[in-house]
């Protein structure tokens, strides 16, 4: 305790200065991780740091406006804000101490309405309005800010002004009242011993039993795998399944219905007639009606192979069971496409799971990025974690030695924890503060090793730190993650590449040569296994992202409703008592009418993986690749900065010959 309390006061000491130097080595990394009780001071305190900081600058004389007095104290500010905001959204979905996570929530509204208080200051938007420069990143900085000016409604009348005001506020505060009730999710599930047929012993040791000895099952991820993957009584994963898709509940879809309200509210109230180009003209997209068309081209590219795939799945079922008249349900996909990868490529993916134990596999991670981008990780036990499991890490450029960051993982589900997998940029790089990124790697796997999909997802998250850790920016606004929303996924997507190519494998047994060797025949098998079921899983991020978009339009409509209606016209049809908007917290936070950007990303994320082409660990284009993409963040538009790195312009042929499995 006195250690925290020690901590939270150099941090303070350091993070409120008006201007930030290089950290000391004590200090350096470390997340603050105040106690419940001290959360509500420190976050007055910081409130009040940061409306001083408005102050002074929306009374800056016109004539003494240049970058150093506006830009480089805007950054200030920045800075300021994200210093407590930064630690209080990591705890507030990762702290073990349900108290600790409630008094983060609190301080996370009040943090949250400081934007939509000052970005409406017609004072303070003169002071930038007045910048001139010619200098192109203080220039992108300039337009970022008067952007966001303009998104909060500084040039609303009155009236309008402070009704766009309370509805940011009451959608930050559904927002996080939606993915609590995720997070939070207690259901357990009872199943006999019998009813588990196929489901790995090692699923089943030490697991919590009910007073008649039936196995009792939560719905984080490694379970969902457990039965999904591998229970053979259909009952089974039916009840899993259903209720997997429920979380979140009632409540949540009154939330989501709420908020589709007000985006619409507010996207009227700016003079738009729909949120969806609205929110859309500041990305890459431009208009609604670029995505439209975007998604029917990939629906015209994966639907007779969706439908190919189901077919093929049915047939399976139809053998295994001996019932000619079998039809495929949405539980029994992922069992029988294990079950068909297994037979056809003899990929078996608790033999991959197996074969990727999970201290090695982390350490090999590590060794093939620290070699594509010339850096080194090393682990630093002195760094304060919330929880024991979690692990925090230096990050040095390997030429000069110097330290650039810091990064921590924190792997495996808990009660209370984020559900699903994300990079959390607690911190974000300014070169002209001296200040170094910190970012948190937030997932859910199983404790035992990585299968397939687990293992592209881990290289697909770490992608996301690399962005945020290895960053030069100039400004925190532009660092690492924060460029365009439908570009933020592409060098996490980029990256997952890595996870299967034989040149990175190679360094595995470098990192843990006791460890059984890498098989070049599984990989290959694994590869070629990738190809089937693409059909399925590119017509899913289809509907997704045209249900989100369905959400934005000029008239309100019910999600639940709609998802019915979109999901009923696809080849399995809806499922009745499925409440899967409930859960899907991508259109609550953050990526709402922005769920194409998955897909838009992808485009230029395996793009930009074709420049590798047969050699992963090329040094020389992995050093290119993170100085023109990696360390740029936001500084320039997306689009240029991947004409640069490739030299050439960027083209679609990537994407389209991966979503039709070729």
Request: hydrophobic content about 40%.
């Amino acid at each position: 305790m006195k250690l925290q309390t020690t901590v939270l006061a150099a941090l303070a000491a350091c993070f409120l200065s008006p201007v930030m130097g290089a950290p000391a080595p004590a200090t350096r990394g470390v997340i603050a991780q105040p106690t419940a009780a001290a959360i509500p001071k420190l976050c007055d305190e910081s409130v009040a740091q940061v409306r001083a900081r408005v102050d002074k600058i929306k009374t800056l004389p016109l004539s003494k406006v240049n970058a150093k007095t506006v830009l480089h104290a805007w950054n200030a500010l920045d800075m300021g804000l994200q210093d407590i905001s930064g630690p209080v959204g990591l705890l507030a979905q990762s702290s073990p101490d349900p108290e600790v996570r409630k008094a983060a929530e609190a301080c996370e509204l009040l943090l949250s309405a400081l934007p939509n208080e000052y970005l409406q200051s017609e004072a303070l938007f003169q002071r930038v309005q007045a910048l001139k420069t010619t200098d192109p990143v203080d220039a992108m900085a300039r337009q970022s800010i008067l952007d966001d000016f303009e998104e909060r409604g500084v040039s609303l009348p009155a009236a309008k002004r402070e009704r766009a005001k309370a509805i940011f506020e009451r959608l930050d505060k559904l927002s996080q009242d939606f993915a609590r009730n995720v997070r939070d999710t207690k259901t357990k599930l009872a199943f006999s011993e019998a009813a588990l047929q196929g489901v790995l012993p090692s699923a089943l040791a030490n697991r919590d039993k009910d007073d008649q000895g039936n196995y009792l099952f939560g719905l984080d991820y490694p379970e969902y795998d457990a039965i999904m993957n591998n229970a053979q009584v259909e009952a089974t994963r039916k009840e899993f399944w259903m209720a997997f898709q429920r979380r979140g509940g009632q409540e949540n879809l009154g939330l989501l219905q709420e908020a589709v309200k007000l985006r619409l509210e507010l996207a009227q109230l700016m003079g738009e007639s729909n949120f969806a180009d609205w929110t859309i003209k500041r990305r890459m997209a431009g208009k609604a009606a670029a995505v439209t068309r975007f998604l029917e081209d990939v629906q015209g590219k994966v639907e007779a192979l969706e439908r190919k795939e189901l077919d093929e799945l049915r047939v399976e079922k139809v053998a295994a069971t001996g019932d000619k008249d079998a039809a495929l349900k949405r539980w029994d996909v992922p069992f029988y496409q294990q079950r068909l990868k297994k037979l056809r490529y003899s990929v078996d993916q608790n033999e991959v799971r197996a074969q990727f134990p999970t201290d090695p596999t982390i350490a090999w991670m590590m060794k093939v990025t620290s070699t594509l981008y010339g850096v080194q990780f090393k682990e630093n036990k002195t760094l304060p974690v919330w929880q024991p499991d979690v692990r925090g890490y230096d990050v040095f450029d390997t030429t000069s030695g110097k330290y650039l960051s810091s990064f921590y993982l924190d792997l495996f589900p808990r009660d209370g924890k984020y559900k699903h997998a994300a990079d959390f940029p607690v911190r974000g790089v300014s070169m002209v503060a001296g200040r170094k990124p910190v970012s948190v790697l937030v997932t859910n796997f199983n404790r035992e090793g990585f299968d397939q999909r687990e293992l592209e997802t881990l290289f697909h998250e770490f992608g996301h730190v690399m962005h945020d850790v290895l960053s030069k920016t100039r400004y925190v606004l532009n660092a690492g993650t924060g460029v365009k929303r439908d570009f933020v996924e592409a060098p996490s997507q980029m990256y997952e590449e890595w996870s299967r190519r034989p040149e990175a494998l190679a360094l595995f047994a470098q990192v843990c040569p006791t460890c059984k060797p890498i098989d070049p025949k599984l990989i290959e098998r694994m590869n070629a296994s990738r190809a089937f079921g693409k059909g399925i899983q590119y017509a899913r991020q289809r509907l997704y992202a045209a249900w989100d978009m369905a959400l934005h339009t000029p008239a309100v409509v019910d999600p639940m409703q709609t998802w019915a209606e979109l999901e009923g016209k696809t080849p399995l049809g809806f499922e009745p008592g499925t409440m899967v908007p409930a859960n899907f917290g991508h259109v609550m936070g953050g990526y709402q009418a922005g769920y194409y950007g998955y897909m838009w990303s992808e485009v230029l994320a395996l793009d930009m993986r074709s420049a590798f082409g047969t050699n992963a660990m090329d040094t020389k284009l992995g050093a290119r690749y993170r100085t023109l993409i990696l360390e740029r963040g936001g500084e320039q538009a997306p689009s240029e900065l991947v004409e640069a790195f490739l030299q050439r312009k960027p083209s679609s042929e990537a994407f389209f010959r991966e979503i039709s499995g070729k």
